[in-house]
């Protein structure tokens, strides 16, 4: 019964409510409907190099294209993610800098696995949603959209902890190779319909460097109130900042509540 439970937990919990769904294109369309409001106003390929405090205001030290920029304003909203954020150069107080390098982000990982065709519509009748496993790939995601297309692409592993700190650590074939071994015991179609695989591992990706904040209880209570409070003239906002870390609804509420 606790593994049935287990396995159907998703509808109970309280941030992971059916339904879910997708924008068209992919999850980027979301920012980047943001990046067309904000047309003129983004400076992208800027690398942060120092904030700091000023009695009127924020001045940021950055650098772009290989020249160092400063840029000055009243107020900072800083999105940076924490572990990235513990290696620039500040002047706020010891309290915030140790909480900002006290939390812990997951490590965790995913695969996308081309196929030929989509055998898992037209075999197995699986129309979208997840397979759990009891693997180290922990999920397989199918796609939600171009049903019946001839092609499709799979999440072939969505792990993370454990399972996805090791599989961040593998060479980029050894994960297509342990994606394509572990899948191929749902779906033993895998190896004869496979064409190629991208892979990725946000702790090994240079400004992000973990997937999503991961609060311990004592982290919570010590830490977190800490970081949603203003340092200075500089506003912390994002995921982390939220009480639904790890999804885009919690980086939406932080944003909301700093601007306001």
Not at 97 to 113: C, D, M, T
Not at 225 to 239: A, H, I, K, R
Request: aromatic fraction near 12%.
């Amino acid at each position: 019964a606790s593994g049935m439970m287990n396995q159907i937990s998703g509808d109970y919990s309280f941030t992971q409510q059916p339904m879910m769904f997708q924008p068209v294109g992919g999850m980027e369309q979301i920012p980047l409907a943001f990046s067309k409001k904000l047309r003129g106003r983004i400076t992208l390929g800027a690398e942060v190099q120092e904030i700091t405090n000023t009695e009127d205001g924020v001045s940021i030290v950055y650098n772009h294209n290989k020249k160092t920029q400063v840029i000055k304003g009243d107020y900072c909203i800083c999105t940076i993610p924490l572990p990235v954020l513990k290696n620039i150069k500040t002047n706020f107080t010891e309290p915030m800098k140790n909480a900002i390098k006290s939390i812990n982000y997951v490590a965790s990982g995913k695969i996308g696995l081309q196929f030929k065709s989509r055998f898992w519509e037209n075999n197995d009748r699986i129309l979208g949603g997840i397979t759990t496993t009891n693997l180290d790939i922990s999920q397989i995601w199918y796609p939600s959209h171009n049903f019946y297309s001839k092609k499709g692409v799979l999440v072939g592993y969505y792990n993370s902890g454990t399972n996805g700190a090791k599989y961040g650590d593998y060479s980029l074939a050894k994960r297509e190779e342990q994606a394509l071994a572990q899948g191929s015991k749902i779906h033993p179609e895998y190896k004869k319909e496979f064409e190629n695989s991208f892979s990725l591992a946000w702790q090994k990706i240079k400004y992000s460097e973990g997937a999503w904040a991961s609060y311990s209880a004592s982290d919570k209570t010590n830490y977190y109130p800490l970081l949603n409070e203003p340092e200075g003239n500089v506003y912390l906002s994002g995921e982390h900042l939220s009480n639904i870390t790890g999804w885009m609804a919690g980086s939406f509420e932080s944003a909301r509540l700093v601007v306001s």
